[in-house]
């Protein structure tokens, strides 16, 4: 079973950095897309940011020049390096997989959010003005 433990959330100020975590495991194939995904209060869980088995990213328009996703293979483990936060960044962010590599380089991963799994409790983000 594919499970994600989130970490890294947490208060900041309008213009500062977070940077959050995810590990995840039970995972066994070699290709895969994993996301950054965040559902704000009253809203619906969106994308954020994915990157591919090779290393490949692709974000979301909203996090485009302010957020980085990496992984450390090694490490099984996630990141999403937040920058510029502002208000509307405020969620909270989980982190996902799936097996299709495509949709991560094509985009399509965007749209396609009911094809992850693994979904963790997520970790909280609150950007204050």
């Known amino acids: 079973q594919v499970r994600s433990v989130e970490s890294g959330g947490g208060s900041v100020q309008a213009g500062g950095s977070r940077r959050l975590s995810c590990t995840i495991s039970g995972y066994t194939h070699k290709s895969y897309c994993m996301g950054w995904f965040r559902q704000a209060p009253g809203k619906g869980r969106e994308g954020v940011a994915a990157?591919?088995?090779?290393?490949?990213?692709n974000y979301a328009d909203s996090a485009k020049d302010r957020f980085t996703i990496s992984q450390d293979n090694s490490k099984n483990t996630l990141y999403l390096q937040m920058n510029s936060l502002k208000p509307e960044d405020t969620a909270m962010y989980y982190c996902a997989i799936e097996s299709h590599a495509y949709d991560c380089y094509s985009g399509s991963w965007l749209d396609r959010i009911e094809l992850f799994g693994g979904w963790g409790q997520g970790t909280q983000v609150t950007v204050s003005s």
């Open positions: 990157i591919d088995h090779n290393g490949f990213t």
